[in-house]
């Protein structure tokens, strides 16, 4: 095999996965039900079992993210925020789209607000074990409020059990 012909193999080889990936994106925006994934208050072992609003959602799991984020405490409750090195234990749901616009309102998340700054959280997505899924990231400190304390390993029911 020449060296023309391996490279054209790689190139095949990255436009199929960047295919793949791009499917899957598509696949996840058009589904009647959507994956959420869920941190702090929201988690299963926070309340022993679903908190009162994923009643009726499938649940799909609990996992740890990647480290790339970092939780704070915000009083009644925990914000995360990229670009930071902490894992955060997740819960992840599959939930309808009208479930999911409940959540946005419950997250203080308007999708028509283009730049951002009146959400409190604002929604991306995170890869997990199970699939791709919407995560809300704290949208304050971005707005130059007082930097709360930062919850080192990503967990609010272990650090609410210590630190009342």
């Not at 791009?22 to 589904?31: F, G, W």
């Not at 984020?69 to 309808?96: A, C, Q």
């Not at 946005?104 to 699939?131: S, V």
């Not at 899924?133 to 029911?157: M, Q, T």
Request: hydrophobic share 30%; glycine share 4%; net charge positive.
């Amino acid at each position: 095999m020449t060296r023309r012909s391996k490279n054209k193999n790689k190139i095949k080889k990255k436009q199929q996965k960047s295919s793949e990936k791009l499917h899957n994106i598509k696949k996840h925006m058009l589904a009647e039900t959507i994956k959420v994934a869920v941190y702090g208050e929201y988690l299963k072992k926070e309340n022993g079992n679903d908190h009162e609003f994923f009643k009726g959602s499938k649940f799909l799991g609990s996992c740890e993210s990647l480290p790339l984020y970092t939780m704070y405490d915000l009083k009644n409750f925990p914000g995360v925020v990229r670009n930071g090195t902490t894992s955060i234990t997740l819960d992840v749901y599959e939930i309808t789209r009208d479930k999911l616009k409940k959540f946005d309102k419950m997250q203080n998340y308007d999708i028509l607000e283009n730049d951002n700054t009146l959400n409190t959280f604002i929604r991306k997505i995170c890869w997990t074990p199970f699939g791709v899924a919407k995560i809300y990231f704290y949208n304050s400190l971005e707005n130059n409020v007082k930097i709360p304390r930062i919850i080192k390993y990503g967990n609010w029911s272990q650090y609410k059990k210590f630190n009342n």
